[in-house]
């Protein structure tokens, strides 16, 4: 029992100290290891085992939706990233530059690729000609390197792993549509695979994407109260076409500049799902996405036919779950910490009593909640059991959004809220950046996005008191 004690008592508690919780988890979860190199991580199997499930589920909808998958080169020409003004600037603090190759130093410096707009726009420039070379779905599956200055295990490190899209288009109408879809796509996946609730909207000018004509967001909010950006599509209108001179011949036999969108999404959604779903007992993770759906313990294993039944049923159940029998010399007690610890969403318990009575134990992550079920269509009760997790651990989720979500009508009430019970704020903004710049100044809340979905909490903004012109979500983030 003490080394059962020792592996809960590892995690700090999330209500004691959220941001050692966050670490204690990823670390005795073992989703990730630590680097030599600062802010980079080593994705351990099980983490990355997560990852490609979500990369499967994301694939499938970008086939779906008529996308294929290339992929571009790590270095960028220095040359090449000058190209677009806005683009360049937005993305220069971050940039890390390769200047010599082996020896010697390079005639010019190479960026390793922070976002690949300007090697998609190199592309475009010399494969779109005509009318009939359009639309280019394309997405890439690869990994970006930004210099950030405070790192953490998935939620912003020097290089991580993404998907990005870039698309070109004849019209900026077919461009906005592109757009939206994607993001549609995004919320839909966050919601009916992770779990997790997204507000979707657009981002103002001061938030948007650097080159972009035009940026949306889908934003969760996690267990802290904290925002996190959880996936983004810009529309960039004929910007990036202009600077890389990429014009194809209409139908009318005139020339036109392409118009473009990009969206991404990246290993951050995993310390989303970690911050959303995760508890004291360490991470909870939707059947969708968890590597083991079902792990069957055997009580009394050394007992005859015990694993031999362990093994039947796994062969019964892996035909429509991930299954795993923990047939460890470990004792049963260590098991079922360490599972919890990664979360798997059903524990399944079997002994000599239970094969003699032909039942199981059945144990929710989710809840804790026990239930004896017969070995007699065992299938069926687990596969119900996994979609009520997945259904629960929305609803949770939602529920604890809605309740930390706030409205504010003035700056006093807008600081109090973010001080005693941060959480989502909305409130009026009158459109004027100086507003916006005075909200982070003073409260650190940036803001999240414009919703599409508008309410009038009020007539005036949350800041100046002038006429209010969007209701915007606002918070601290990640």
Not at 399 to 415: G, L, N, P, V, W
Request: glycine share 6%; hydrophobic share 35%; charged share 30%.
């Amino acid at each position: 029992m003490a080394k059962e004690k020792k592996l809960v008592e590892a995690i700090t508690s999330m209500d004691v100290d959220f941001a050692q919780w966050y670490t204690d988890v990823v670390k005795k979860a073992e989703l990730i290891d630590y680097s030599s190199v600062r802010g980079c991580m080593i994705i351990k199997a099980y983490g990355y085992a997560i990852w490609e499930l979500i990369q499967k589920d994301l694939d499938r909808r970008f086939k779906e939706t008529g996308h294929e998958n290339v992929y571009m080169p790590l270095f960028i020409p220095e040359s090449l990233l000058q190209k677009e003004k806005d683009h360049v600037e937005g993305f220069a603090p971050e940039v890390a530059w390769v200047t010599h190759g082996g020896q010697e130093k390079l005639a010019e410096r190479l960026c390793v690729r922070p976002t690949s707009e300007t090697l998609f726009c190199e592309f475009y420039s010399n494969n779109i000609q005509s009318y009939r070379d359009l639309p280019k779905l394309y997405n890439q599956w690869c990994s970006v390197v930004r210099w950030e200055k405070t790192t953490r295990p998935f939620l912003r490190s020097l290089e991580f792993l993404w998907q990005e899209g870039h698309t070109a288009h004849a019209t900026h109408e077919e461009a906005q549509e592109e757009t939206i879809r994607m993001l549609n796509v995004y919320a839909d996946f966050c919601e009916n695979v992770l779990a997790i609730p997204m507000v979707k909207g657009k981002k103002t000018e001061k938030e948007k994407f650097a080159g972009a004509q035009s940026t949306y967001t889908i934003e969760s909010l996690m267990h802290d109260g904290k925002a996190l950006q959880s996936g983004t599509t810009h529309n960039f209108g004929d910007g990036f076409a202009k600077a890389f001179e990429i014009q194809y011949t209409d139908k009318e036999n005139k020339l036109q500049y392409v118009h473009q969108t990009s969206w991404g999404m990246t290993t951050r959604l995993i310390g989303a799902v970690i911050m959303v779903h995760g508890d004291d007992s360490g991470l909870v993770l939707p059947p969708a996405i968890a590597p083991v759906e079902v792990v069957i313990v055997p009580i009394m294993q050394h007992k005859e036919g015990v694993l031999e039944k362990a093994a039947e049923l796994k062969g019964r159940l892996e035909k429509a779950s991930r299954v795993r029998v923990d047939d460890s010399d470990k004792s049963p007690g260590w098991k079922f910490a360490e599972h919890e610890m990664k979360g798997v969403p059903v524990r399944l318990e079997i002994g000599p009593k239970d094969i003699e009575a032909n039942q199981a134990v059945l144990v929710r992550r989710d809840t804790g909640e026990k239930s004896i079920v017969s070995l007699d269509g065992i299938e069926a009760s687990v596969e119900e059991l996994l979609g009520a997790i997945q259904k629960n651990l929305l609803e949770k989720a939602r529920a604890h959004r809605d309740s930390h979500t706030y409205i504010a009508k003035d700056m006093a009430e807008f600081t109090r809220i973010l001080e005693e019970t941060p959480g989502f704020i909305k409130a009026m903004w009158c459109g004027d950046q100086a507003c916006e710049d005075e909200i982070k100044e003073k409260t650190s809340a940036t803001a999240r996005c414009m919703p599409f979905e508008q309410e009038r909490v009020s007539d005036t903004c949350v800041c100046c008191g002038k006429a209010a012109q969007k209701m915007v979500y606002w918070g601290k983030s990640y």
